[in-house]
């Protein structure tokens, strides 16, 4: 018999199709896909699709599926991957009588603030915060807390309309800029010190089974706030050590805190110079998409069909035995304008070619990516974790773009 499994995404981009792949190779499995875009592959993986307007809209969403049920039978999974669909697929499942993570959870997940009050409710260490919806109440929790702060959105991804405010002048500007009010309040956190990593987890049936560590060279958002910075992500082979069991503790303390019950999860988190950790937040999704395919690449596993076995049949497909390093370097040149030109690639590739993963390099023409992540990458990996730095430094230090 087979068992109807509904994806949603708002479209099938390079990185959402790995996951969709995944699930269309699992045995017993009629998959059906909700989309805002389809394309020729998502047609020929899934058994039908429905198209909507907006993939993010809990209307929408909700008649996609009673189609495609009332076509093809209930649904066994509702399911995604993108950080902004978690909450509504959680309330569409339970419209729909599904089993998955609940509204309850996804929300804890994705609404910064709860989430931090449900983590230090717990007992974990995380920033100290607070939602302000005027520039009185943020100079209140400044004066509290102190400088330097982070302001983001509430529910956010990764360090997009993320700042740093150094100072009162600087908090005031930035407040100026992002407008908060009753309806849309703007969340308020100390600045955490330290070195910044991820910690990446697989659960099945509310027990994580399956963990990774990585470490951020240097943090996203001072990555943002200095154009000349390109962002490294390293997974280094050997995890072992005071402060990654404190880390691996807490995260998952957070997964049992916040109710998770299949899938897979992003954690960032501080190492302070004193040896103690401190949270930064938990997504209750796959961590983005290199650093996704190097989890993988670092344990010896296939992720995304791990994934798929953990969100639709609720199991471990193997054990993780973290037997590699392995590298992201994102690229990205000083300046501002459109991609004029990229230099240094084929030196790079004689360098990196034993180990070379995957590359994508920059579009000539395109404009620049404002954001951490640049305008290409190349991710490496290795047996050894000092010969996996080596060598995404030589990417980095190579590879040289410049716009006009």
């Known amino acids: 018999m087979q068992r109807n499994v509904i994806f949603a995404a708002a479209a099938g981009t390079y990185d959402v199709m790995r996951f969709v792949r995944a699930l269309s190779r699992l045995e017993g499995v009629r998959l059906l896909g909700v989309f805002g875009r389809l394309d020729d592959e998502v047609r020929a993986l899934c058994h039908d699709v429905a198209r909507v307007d907006d993939a993010t809209s809990l209307d929408d969403l909700s008649e996609a599926v009673s189609l495609l049920t009332r076509k093809h039978g209930r649904a066994h999974r509702i399911v995604g991957i993108n950080e902004v669909l978690m909450v509504q697929l959680a309330q569409v499942r339970e419209r729909f009588g599904v089993p998955g993570t609940s509204v309850r959870a996804a929300t804890l997940f994705r609404e910064k603030a709860a989430m931090k009050d449900a983590l230090r409710a717990a007992g974990l260490p995380v920033a100290r915060h607070a939602l302000v919806a005027s520039e009185r109440e943020a100079f209140a929790f400044a004066e509290a807390v102190g400088f330097p702060l982070v302001l983001k959105p509430p529910a956010g991804v990764g360090a997009k309309s993320t700042y740093r405010a150094r100072s009162g002048d ?83 303390a957070a997964i049992r805190a916040l109710g998770l019950d299949d899938g897979m999860t992003h954690m960032e988190w501080f190492a302070r110079p004193d040896g103690s950790i401190a949270i930064g937040e938990i997504a ?12 993988g690449l670092v344990n010896d596993v296939d992720i995304y069909r791990a994934w798929a076995r953990a969100v639709v049949e609720g199991v471990l497909d193997a054990p993780w035995h973290r037997t590699f390093a392995a590298a992201t370097a994102w690229l990205r040149g000083v300046g501002q304008g459109r991609v004029a030109s990229i230099r240094g690639v084929r030196e790079a590739y004689q360098v990196l070619a034993p180990h070379l993963v995957e590359a994508r390099l920059p579009t000539i023409g395109k404009q620049k990516n404002d954001g951490y992540e640049g305008d290409g990458y190349v991710v490496i990996n290795h047996h050894r974790t000092e010969e996996a730095t080596a060598l995404i430094r030589a990417a980095i230090e190579t590879i040289r773009i410049t716009y006009a």
Do not use: D, I
Not at 189 to 198: N, P
Not at 225 to 237: A, D, I, S
Not at 284 to 295: A, E, F, K, V
């Open 170 to 252: 600087e908090l005031r500007a930035t407040l100026a800029l992002m407008r908060p009010s009753a309806s849309r309040p703007v969340l308020l956190e100390e600045m955490l010190r330290g070195t910044e990593h991820s910690f990446e987890t697989l659960t099945v049936g509310g027990v994580p089974r399956a963990f990774s560590f990585s470490n951020y060279l240097p943090g996203p958002l001072e990555v943002v706030e200095n154009p000349w910075m390109q962002w490294v992500c390293l997974l280094p082979r050997e995890t072992k050590g005071a402060v990654f069991e404190r880390a691996r503790v807490a995260g998952l």
């Open 284 to 295: 209750q999704r796959p961590p983005g998409p290199q650093l996704c395919q190097m989890t």
